[in-house]
């Protein structure tokens, strides 16, 4: 198994571009999430599905969309980056997004808006 | 206040020592603990669930005290290996696992 797999790696955005961050599991998970990481605070929760057709907003969910038309793939979308958005972005999957569930990690998207 | 906080660190500590961390979490309905151990520039991998009665993997030890609110993460025999930073995870007593909450990080810096 590949596990969670994350693309790219590293981009690079002006401000106003939009793009999708991709994230894919292959797992079965019915739960997955969308986290971005900053220094100096936690990682924090974007969006999240509990299943395929499921979505729902996290803690710091504007500026972006989310849908899941599949059980393996998650995608992030950023409508309109701005600088705020630098950041790295981890895409995660467990089982049943049950409270002792572990989460599995993507390798992360190195994200940074100019 | 935020709601799980962990000192930063740096913890530099020679090969062999042992080395305690703590984390305290502010919402005294928190039910599910656990460490995740992150690698400088990689993703978070779970280390241990934190158990109400204390649980030991190996060289690692966990604990949770409800009354004060905080877990612990005790490394024995510390190894190089065992440097990165150990986030502190707290979930609520209800809802998903939609309602983790992460702690900044302890960083580790093990020497020789």
């Known amino acids: 198994n590949a596990g969670v797999t994350q693309t790219p790696k590293f981009q690079v955005l002006k401000t106003g571009q939009s793009m999708t961050l991709q994230c894919a599991q292959d797992m079965n998970h019915e739960y997955m999430s969308w986290y971005r990481q900053d220094p100096g605070m936690g990682l924090r929760l974007i969006h999240y599905?509990?299943?395929?057709?499921?979505?729902d907003q996290g803690e710091v969910p504007n500026g972006y969309n989310v849908s899941r038309s599949t059980t393996e793939d998650f995608p992030l979308r950023l409508l309109s980056a701005a600088p705020s958005q630098t950041s790295v972005y981890f895409c995660a999957s467990s089982s049943s997004g049950g409270r002792t569930d572990t989460q599995y990690f993507g390798p992360g998207t190195r994200l940074t808006v100019l | 206040r935020k709601e799980v906080e962990q000192d930063p660190g740096p913890f530099n500590v020679p090969e062999g020592a042992t080395v305690a961390f703590n984390c305290t979490y502010s919402?005294?309905?928190?039910?599910?603990f656990f460490w995740y151990r992150q690698d400088c520039r990689k993703e978070p991998k779970l280390l241990m669930s934190v158990y109400s009665s204390g649980n030991e993997d190996g060289r690692f030890t966990a604990q949770l005290n409800r009354a004060s609110q905080y877990i612990s993460l005790l490394i024995r025999d510390s190894k190089l290996s065992d440097s990165a930073t150990y986030l502190c995870?707290?979930?609520?007593?209800?809802?998903?696992?939609?309602?983790?909450?992460f702690g900044t990080g302890t960083r580790l810096q093990v020497t020789l």
């Open positions: 995870v707290v979930t609520p007593n209800t809802g998903t696992a939609s309602k983790l909450t």
């Open positions: 919402n005294s309905a928190s039910q599910s």
């Open positions: 599905s509990v299943g395929a057709g499921i979505t």
